[in-house]
């Protein structure tokens, strides 16, 4: 079965931090490019980072940078989000998708979406 996985999400207080994972499964994640995506109840889902498939390429929504981290383990065929400074607004479901490429951080020609992990940032 092709899918995605993403783990690392919980709760956290104003000001933690979370690291999320993205796996893949029948297929080879280390080709493409992977972004990650949120979306908070009542709101659409907003595109939150994305990588190339080789590093070279990464972009980050501006509500995010300088507090996030994409970067991705070809090696391993993982791609991370590291989450720094944590704030209520982050709270949400997240996901990855991968695809053929990044439009700023949004993954282009995605094909295979995870279902995502619950991030909780409270006090």
């Known amino acids: 079965q092709l899918q995605l996985k993403e783990s690392g999400g919980g709760l956290v207080q104003p000001g933690g931090s979370l690291r999320l994972t993205c796996v893949a499964s029948g297929f080879t994640l280390n080709v493409r490019a992977v972004g990650w995506f949120r979306q908070a109840p009542g709101k659409k889902r907003e595109e939150v980072a994305c990588?190339?498939?080789?590093?070279?390429?990464?972009a980050y929504r501006d509500s995010v940078k300088g507090r996030f981290t994409i970067s991705r383990d070809n090696a391993e065929d993982k791609v991370y989000l590291q989450m720094n400074s944590l704030e209520p607004e982050d709270t949400a479901v997240y996901s990855c998708?991968?695809?053929?490429?990044?439009?700023?951080?949004?993954?282009?020609?995605?094909?295979?979406w995870g279902q995502g992990t619950q991030v909780t940032v409270s006090s």
């Open positions: 990588i190339d498939s080789i590093g070279g390429s990464i």
């Open positions: 998708a991968a695809g053929d490429g990044c439009v700023s951080a949004r993954v282009g020609g995605t094909d295979y």
